[in-house]
């Protein structure tokens, strides 16, 4: 069965301060992984994703994360966070051809002035 | 990105009635599907609707509870029955992206029941 964690489940960062957002999964036949975020009385909205390729991949809101295979990891990053940067993310998982998003419990990003 | 839209936005329902919730999306795709998100959780899948066939449920949920019609490519609905205060939470519509693309959420509905 395809899953994925997150294990914090809050990050605190100072605004200006680089920011990582942790994500592992599970090993299963070859991943799709995804990021998503949801502010506030909203729904998810779709960040970045590792299909194949570089596994360095870029996103939304100078956002990006780097596919890690040894180590079964996707954590997310930006260099410089932004107050307006504090949501929820969540990290999912989708393996082969299948169609079913798994995802991770979530990490709050709280990004402090 | 695709546009997906739900109603109602939100809603505050009595113990023992049922809501509706409805999902339409801006293209036609074949698989749509239904999340929960309790509060303070992540999303857990409830069931996937095909066009034309049955919805597909998830482990722990059943289609007397959450009966899920399809009946075009656009458009999908939910209906919590029998609502308990246990079923307060934010109910997401999805389209299906291939294996490749990324899944589009609608804003979701929040259900408050009292």
């Known amino acids: 069965a395809q899953s994925v964690a997150q294990p914090e489940d809050q990050v605190n960062v100072a605004e200006g301060n680089p920011l990582t957002v942790k994500c592992t999964y599970s090993?299963?036949?070859?991943?799709?992984l995804f990021w998503y975020v949801q502010y506030p009385n909203r729904g998810l909205q779709f960040l970045l994703k590792y299909i194949t390729g570089d596994n360095l991949v870029k996103g939304s809101y100078g956002f990006e994360a780097e596919f890690n295979k040894s180590q079964t990891s996707f954590h997310l990053k930006k260099p410089s966070a932004l107050v307006s940067d504090s949501a929820l993310y969540f990290c999912a998982v989708r393996y082969n051809a299948g169609n079913m998003l798994t995802f991770g419990g979530g990490t709050r990003l709280m990004v402090k002035p | 990105s695709a546009v997906i839209s739900q109603k109602p936005s939100r809603d505050i329902c009595q113990r023992g009635t049922s809501l509706t919730i409805q999902c339409q999306v801006d293209s036609q795709v074949t698989m749509m599907f239904w999340y929960r998100q309790q509060p303070g959780q992540s999303l857990t899948l409830i069931a996937t609707a095909n066009q034309g066939s049955e919805a597909t449920y998830e482990s722990g949920f059943v289609i007397d509870k959450f009966p899920i019609s399809r009946p075009n490519l656009t458009f999908s609905t939910l209906t919590v029955s029998n609502m308990s205060p246990e079923d307060s939470s934010i109910y997401l519509c999805?389209?299906?992206?291939?294996?490749?693309?990324?899944?589009?959420f609608g804003p979701g509905t929040r259900l408050t029941v009292l």
């Open positions: 090993v299963s036949g070859n991943p799709y």
């Open positions: 999805s389209q299906s992206g291939t294996a490749y693309n990324e899944q589009f």
